[in-house]
Structures are given as C-alpha cells and as structure tokens.
C-alpha cells in the first residue's frame, strides 16, 4: 500500500513542470491517497486480521478447527445450498432476462421492479417472510406438518431463502448487456434458418457468456456468504443447518475466536477469488464494465 | 421470387405502421422502399421476412400464401443496417451459420461448406477474411459479410433494411452500386428500405415512397421525380420550395411573376418549384430580387435569393457551372428570376398532401409563357 501511494508521489513530482497540471496533479494525489487509506483501514485491514486470528494459534489448530465435524458439516451444506441455488437462478436469470430485454409486453417495468426486490429488503425480513409462510402458525406451517414436508429450520427453507436473497444479480446483469445488444443476431439467426432453440446455443448464450459468468460468480459469492437470512429459517442445528457464516457466529460466540476466524479465513479466501475472477472477466469482456454492479441492500 | 402484400394493417398500440397497404415486386427486380423515419417501411419489410406479424392482411411470396410462415422457412435474407454479424464468430462461422444448422440430412458436407463460403468471399471481394472477426473488419466491410451470409442460404427474396445507412458517404455510394451490379448478376428479388431518396433513384428499378403507413406513389425513380403524385412526393423526393399561387379566370399568377393561362377552378394554389427549374437573370421581366448567397458545388452553382415581397428563407436557385460563368452572379447582385417549370397543388385542408397535383411546363423559360 505504502508502495502505491509513493506512485502517486512520483506522478506529482513528475507534473510539477507545468504550474496547471502540478495542481490537478496535487488535486489527483490527495483524492487517490485518501480512496486508498480509506479501502486500506476498512477493507484491508479487517481481512488481514481475519488471518491473523485463524492463524493465532498455530496452523495446527488452524486445520484442526477446519476439519472439526460440524465445521465439515457446514461447508458441505453451504456447498449444496450453492449448487442448488445458483443453477435455480442462473435458470431463471437468463429467461427473465431474455423476455424484458429482447420482448415488450404489459407489466414489464413491474417485473423489473419485482427482480429488484430482493435487494431493497433487508435480508432479515426476508428470511421473515419465509417464516411467516411456513414456519409452525404460518399459512402454510400446518398443511405442511400434516404432510410431513419440512421446509423451516432445514435445507429446503435455507434454499428458499438464499434463492430469494441471491436473485437479482444473474438476471440484473444480463438484462444491461441484453438489452445493448438487441435483437438484429437472433433475428439473423432465424432468417438464415436456424430454430428458436439453435438460435439460442449459438447466438445468444455466447454472445452474453462473459455476463453470466459474472452473474454466476456474484450471486454464488452471496449464496455461500449470506447469514441474515439464512439466519432466521435455518433453526442453528449444529451439524445439520448450519451454514457457513452461522457456523462462524456459533464459534465466536463461544469465545473459540480462532476456530470462528478459521472458517471464515475459508469465506474470505471465497470472496478473494470472486474479486479475482471478477477482475479476469473485465479484463476478458471489457463490455461489462459499462453495467453497474448491484450492490446488496439498496 | 415475387412478393406480394394485401391489404396489410400494423399498428404498434396507437400508432398506426402500416394502413392498407398493396404492394407486389415482380421477380428479378430491385425495389426501394423510400420514406422519412416512422413511416413504416421497415415494418413493411419485417413483415414480409416474417419477423413482425401483420394486425391484418395477406403476404404472398411467390404468389403462395406466407402470412402465417415462420421466418425459418420463408427462404429470405435479411440484411440490417448495424450488419448483426455473429460477434463470437469468425467470419468464415458466420457465412457458414445459415448452412451449419440445416439438419443432418439438408446439411451440406464440411468441404462443400468450405467452398461455398470461398466463392462467396470471393463474390463480396474479401477473400483473405475468413479468419477475421466482425470487429476487425470496417463498416463496409461488415456489411458485405452480412450480405454474403444472406446469399449463403440462397434466398429467393433479399430484403435490407437500410443497409448503408451506417457508412460513410463514400463507402455508402461504392457499395450501392456494387449492390445493384450484384442484383443484376445474380437476378434475386430485392427489396431495401432506405430514408435517403438519393440512393433509391440512383439503385432501384423501382421506387415505393411511403408516408404515414400509406404508399403515396410507385414508379420508376424518373416519375417519382418528373411525376410526384403528391405534394408529400414532391417536397421529399429532390429540393423543391413554395411559392403562394393564385388563380383567377383561368390565369395563374404568382407573386411579381407575369401571369400564365392554366384552365381550371379559382382559388389559392401553391406552386412547388424545383431549384433547377429556375432562370435568373440580370434584367428582363420576372420576380426581382438580390443574390445573398452563392456556392459552387463542383458542376453545380446554388444561389440563393431574397425575394421581393416574399419573407422566409432566400429562395434557392441551381444552375449548371456552365451557365453561371456566363453570368457571374455575386452576392448583392440584383437578379431577376423565371419559373421553367412548376406543379400546382390545391391549398385545401389537410388533405391537400394527396390531391395529384397540375404540372405546368412554360418551354424555353418566362418569355415563353408571358402573354
């Protein structure tokens, strides 16, 4: 860090020559050291102490608490969740999509609308709703239990809540590039004889891939990360609820801080290679850029 | 292939594209579907590709029903103004598409595909392209691609959407008549929609200007010119300006202009002049005014002229290069100018932008028609 803002040091010595660009220059340097001090203090920072915790008792203890049963029993239920999940939306992202970008019909801008919902509410409503439709005195809670279908405080109403959470961000990002895209390929593609289903494989789904890789990399960062939700409809059975981040909390909770910042150096590295990835796909598609990354609760 | 619409209605919620619209190309020919934006030429044409369903109305092609034909099977090429090539493709993938997807049994061998798409680089003249992407290749290029894949599938109809509307003005003429020598090589039906009226007189054998989702006229690019059959015609098709006419007992007068014998009804006219079928002068009986502008355009000159009595913008005259050395108007110069030629249209209600107009050709310039 030191290292960059020495960089932009050397940028102003070197503008100095010209009385107007040493003082946007100077101007450059202050706007850019602060970006940095602030990302380095409020991001940085709390990652590298993140390792240092998990860390604090040794690599030993560091794989012990990895390999903890409850802990293996967490990463594979957020494994499965993601896998469920992010098909589910990946699916459903790519055909709503399609239909506002490349179709005009009545209620479009209210279907747009409702893809953004998820984003305004607060996770922790969210996962509220759920409970209000299926937990025990909810709409649906006792036809349920007669029926023996469990969805509240087990895997399924994790799902459903983490697909609610996690919804927009395949469809959002796709709907941008669709839509600057238009409709002239596809159409092409008809005219020269291909069927709706040709058409897609071979025009459409690669013409928005580098999107919905992104979308995909952004939407399963959430699904493994999200904890207000899941929090509220997962019921924190240990070995067979638990999540990820709620094993964390558990953890932490009883003051076992470096097997809690053991498993959530795991989450930490998830979100380094989502940046990662995020980063080689602007490189590989540098139309993506142009598309605003939604960010959660707003 | 020939093409023919009935009665077609289109309407996109109020709007109204398309009103009763008769249309029929005959084979072979090379047609240009020419009207300002929103006039609905491009849905006409999406139409009769397939891609746009009409509200009401039959299409036609090769005089077989086709309304209800999806745009796989109707055996045309597309061609759009921005090219839609297959970004991710090669150029090569992209003349190939129309042929790759044709089911196992219709699908030509890999070798025949090979040459196929060969012979038509070597028909649009970009043979060394084949491994280039879309986004390595310039505006003309691109579009010559995308005709090149239209003309894989061997279509019997080739329909373009304002396909040069995207080039530069030099490109834009090469490729034009490129188009129509390779409509007179290969003798498909054609038929292109374009707002430019320069290209449709210079390109097709026939031209079908549109207005408000109504054909206004059909003809040759020389009677849509020489013969507009409305005052809509008449002011888009070429320059053309008004000058207020009235008509009393048989005599036309117009402005400081001496009065011409037309028989016909009295009332108000207004008289729609082409620039070129304008004389000026320095002396001698006409409308008299002052030069305030002068350019010369290679073998044109365009003046314009303030004249008397008559506010607005100055009157635009053009005269051959040859003729304007003879006389060297310059701005401030007092002139006088002649009518050679004008058409008279009704100052009715709104209606007035249909009714056929009355041409009247004074020979030889104003002294001819001075009485």
């Known amino acids: 860090m030191t290292a960059l803002a020495h960089d932009s040091d050397g940028e102003t010595l070197a503008a100095v020559t010209r009385r107007p660009r040493a003082a946007r220059g100077a101007g450059r340097s202050v706007l850019i050291g602060s970006a940095l001090v602030y990302l380095g203090l409020f991001v940085l920072l709390p990652f590298v102490v993140v390792f240092g915790e998990a860390f604090a008792k040794g690599v030993a203890s560091y794989f012990a608490s990895l390999a903890d049963p409850k802990a293996l029993a967490a990463m594979r239920l957020t494994l499965t969740v993601a896998l469920i999940v992010v098909p589910l939306n990946l699916v459903f992202g790519v055909a709503s999509a399609w239909a506002i970008a490349k179709y005009e019909f009545r209620g479009k801008s209210a279907l747009v609308t409702l893809i953004d919902l998820p984003f305004a509410v607060s996770p922790v409503i969210a996962g509220l709703i759920y409970v209000l439709l299926f937990g025990a005195r909810g709409w649906l809670g006792p036809w349920l239990r007669e029926h023996d279908i469990p969805i509240l405080f087990a895997v399924p109403g994790i799902v459903l809540a983490t697909v609610f959470v996690t919804l927009p961000f395949i469809s959002r990002e796709l709907i941008a590039l669709m839509q600057s895209q238009g409709r002239d390929e596809e159409e092409t593609a008809l005219s020269l004889g291909a069927s709706g289903w040709q058409t897609f494989w071979r025009v459409t789904l690669p013409n928005i891939r580098w999107g919905l890789l992104y979308g995909v990399l952004l939407c399963n960062a959430r699904a493994m990360g999200e904890f207000g939700a899941v929090s509220v409809v997962s019921g924190h059975i240990r070995g067979l609820t638990n999540t990820m981040p709620l094993h964390v909390e558990i953890l932490y909770n009883e003051y076992n801080s470096a097997a809690a910042f053991a498993v959530a150096s795991l989450l930490a590295v998830l979100a380094l290679m989502t940046l990662i990835g995020r980063a080689a796909l602007d490189a590989r598609a540098p139309e993506l850029r142009r598309t605003t990354l939604p960010s959660p609760n707003t | ?371």
Not at chain 2, 8 to 27: M, S, Y
Not at chain 2, 71 to 90: D, E, I, N
Not at chain 2, 117 to 129: I, M, N, S, T
């Open chain 2, 1 to 371: 292939m020939s093409i023919r619409v009935a009665g077609l209605h289109k309407r996109f919620g109020e709007f109204v594209a398309l009103e009763n619209v008769d249309l029929e190309v005959p084979a072979g020919q090379l047609v240009a579907l020419l009207g300002p934006s929103g006039c609905g030429k491009t849905t006409l044409l999406r139409i009769i590709a397939g891609l746009e369903t009409p509200d009401s109305g039959e299409v036609f092609l090769q005089g077989r029903p086709a309304t209800d034909l999806p745009v796989q099977h109707r055996r045309v090429g597309f061609v759009f103004q921005h090219y839609a090539l297959f970004r991710h493709m090669t150029v090569f993938d992209n003349i190939a598409f129309g042929l790759t997807v044709r089911r196992r049994r219709d699908r030509p061998p890999a070798a025949q595909i090979r040459s196929r798409v060969a012979d038509l680089l070597a028909l649009v003249q970009l043979e060394g392209a084949a491994d280039r992407r879309p986004s390595q290749l310039s505006g003309g290029q691109r579009q010559r691609i995308a005709l090149a894949r239209a003309l894989a599938v061997e279509p019997e109809v080739l329909l373009l959407d304002e396909p040069f509307g995207a080039l530069d003005t030099q490109v834009r003429q090469e490729l034009r008549r490129w188009l129509r020598r390779l409509h007179d090589a290969l003798h498909f039906t054609s038929l292109f929609v374009t707002h430019d009226q320069q290209e449709a007189l210079e390109v097709a054998d026939s031209v079908v200007v549109l207005n408000h989702g109504r054909i206004e006229q059909r003809g040759s690019p020389r009677e849509v010119y020489d013969a507009p059959a409305s005052n809509f015609v008449h002011r888009f098709i070429g320059a053309s300006q008004e000058l207020p006419a009235i008509r009393r007992g048989g005599r036309v007068a117009i402005g400081q202009l001496p009065s011409v014998s037309v028989a016909g009804p009295d009332g108000n006219y207004t008289a729609v002049v082409r620039p070129h079928d304008v004389t000026v002068d320095r002396t001698g009986p006409g409308w008299r005014g002052q030069a305030v502008g002068v350019r010369v355009i290679g073998p044109l000159v365009q003046l314009e002229i303030a004249l008397e009595g008559r506010g607005g913008d100055p009157f635009l005259v053009e005269l051959s290069r040859e003729r304007y050395d003879r006389d060297a108007f310059a701005a401030g110069d007092a002139v006088r100018i002649g009518l050679r030629r004008f058409d008279l249209y009704p100052e009715t209600s709104d209606d007035s932008d249909r009714a056929p107009p009355e041409s009247v050709v004074l020979e030889g310039g104003p002294e001819a028609g001075r009485e």
